[in-house]
């Protein structure tokens, strides 16, 4: 299985001044493709801590696509801190820089410019929005945080890099238990796991404004799988006569 991360940068998204829109974008991009992301990390735009956290990601074994920061402005600084964490020079890129220069010609001069610097062997991650590229590099694709420019461009680092990952889409079936306690189901759900290793078991409870509680209790993997799970659900929630209905 391939593990994914997600870096998202900026420090607009830290004090909410803009809600995060790539989970959602790259969890549409990922589960028709039978992928999924392992973890999501949010971080401003403080270099220290970015360099930092970049260094950590390199040395793991995941697939990290990073959203934001790589912009020209003094408040971006992606590009820098991930040469910096791979102790590597930055320079300009050529292929960059003919994108560059032939969506904005003179006027990439002397500041766009600067958004086709990377690190030193970075390859460019295509922008079909306004041809600015991103870049990629040692598994780490970092592409703009305007996510009508992301999502393109996560498409195609999957398409052009992951393909051989790819794998059949997995499903989510559930049931929603009415005025159910969490910890009732607490030993089913241990030897359900048991009788079906290859099933993600979910149990989400919650509390409602009128204080009723419910449970959405399901499964998510493969459908041949999915739908035995599922009939197991269903089978233990009758005979405890529990009130449900399907999700």
């Excluded at 949010?42 to 360099?51: A, H, K, Q, R, S």
């Excluded at 969490?182 to 919650?206: N, V």
């Amino acid at each position: 299985m391939l593990k994914i991360g997600l870096l998202i940068i900026g420090d607009e998204v830290l004090s909410g001044k803009r809600q995060d829109k790539h989970l959602a974008q790259a969890n549409s991009l990922l589960q028709p493709r039978g992928l999924a992301v392992n973890w999501v990390k949010i971080v401003g735009d403080e270099p220290d801590f970015l360099v930092q956290t970049l260094k950590e990601s390199f040395k793991s074994d995941t697939v990290v696509f990073s959203f934001g920061g790589i912009g020209a402005t003094p408040d971006d600084r992606t590009r820098q801190s991930a040469a910096q964490a791979l102790n590597l020079p930055i320079e300009r890129h050529p292929q960059a820089v003919a994108e560059i220069e032939a969506q904005f010609g003179e006027e990439a001069y002397p500041q766009r410019i600067h958004m086709a610097e990377y690190p030193k062997g970075a390859e460019i991650i295509p922008n079909f929005y306004n041809r600015v590229p991103g870049f990629s590099i040692q598994n780490h694709h970092f592409m703009p945080g305007f996510p009508m420019m992301a999502k393109p461009m996560m498409e195609w680092v999957l398409n052009h890099y992951y393909c051989d990952y790819f794998q059949s889409p997995t499903i989510e079936k559930g049931i929603k238990i009415q005025n159910g306690q969490e910890s009732d189901w607490i030993e089913f759900m241990e030897l359900f796991e048991k009788q079906f290793p290859s099933l993600r078991l979910f149990s989400l409870p919650s509390i409602h404004k009128d204080e009723t509680r419910t449970i959405d209790l399901g499964v998510e993997g493969l459908e041949v799988d999915v739908l035995q799970g599922y009939k197991a659900i269903i089978e233990e929630a009758n005979a405890r006569k529990a009130d449900w209905k399907p999700l």
